[in-house]
Structures are given as C-alpha cells and as structure tokens.
C-alpha cells in the first residue's frame, strides 16, 4: 500500500487558478497511473483526470478540458493538477488515486473507473465562490 497525500485545496472565487499535488514519498508514480476525482455534496465520486508518466498519456473529463491540466513530477514523486478559470461547479473534495494493479493500457480503456484504483488520498476540499 502507498501513502497518498493531496495539498493545494482552498476557496477561491470563480474565474481563479488552483494548484493541487499529490505526493507520494518513496513511491514511483512512473509505473503507476495516477487519477484525480472529485465528490461534490450529494453528488457520486467522478473521474476528473488521469496521467500516466511512463507514457505521457493524459485523460481529462469533458467538463475540466482546455481548464485543468495534470502533470507529473517524477524526481519529486508528485503529480500535479493545474485548474483555472474555476467554476463554482468545480466545488469538490479532490482526491488522487493510484492504479498499482493495472497498467496504462487498462486505465485508459476506462480512465474513470473508480474500481481500477486501489490507493487513495484523504482528499482536499476546493471552494469556488461565485
């Protein structure tokens, strides 16, 4: 099991830019993708983004395209998801997962299945005010 632990949360009004991490130490995010999904009050965990650093392979759901962006640090063993031109919809706690059982290529057959991932942060709450 890996320790996953998510930063960067906060308020911020709509139209701002937020920075989320995930870092893992002593984990090597390089053989594993890595997914972030969010949770919104009432609402089911969905997918938000996944990258794979072995490949550079990036998957983003259609509501965040062209406003998020992830990426990955390997020699700091951080993964990192870039948001701007926040909405008050992208209110959520964020959480990062890792896929230790499963390679790129069945990730992204279905990069948002929550059942591929098999370690989880504690999540980190973003606020978007409008």
């Known amino acids: 099991e890996v320790q996953l632990v998510e930063s960067g949360g906060g308020l911020v009004q709509a139209g701002g830019s937020l920075r989320l991490s995930c870092a893992a130490p002593?984990?090597?995010?390089?053989?594993?993708?890595i997914g972030w999904f969010r949770q919104a009050p009432g609402k089911e965990r969905e997918g938000v983004s996944v990258?794979?650093?072995?490949?550079?392979?990036?998957w983003y759901a259609d509501s965040v395209k062209g406003r998020f962006t992830i990426s990955s640090d390997n020699a700091k063993n951080t993964v990192h998801l870039q948001m701007n031109s926040l909405k008050p919809e992208d209110t959520a706690v964020y959480y990062c997962?890792?896929?230790?059982?499963w390679g790129a290529g069945v990730i992204f057959s279905e990069p948002d299945l929550e059942a591929l991932y098999n370690n989880w942060g504690q999540g980190t709450q973003v606020t978007v005010s409008s």
């Open positions: 997962a890792a896929a230790l059982s």
């Open positions: 990258i794979s650093a072995s490949d550079g392979r990036t």
């Open positions: 002593g984990f090597t995010f390089d053989d594993h993708p």
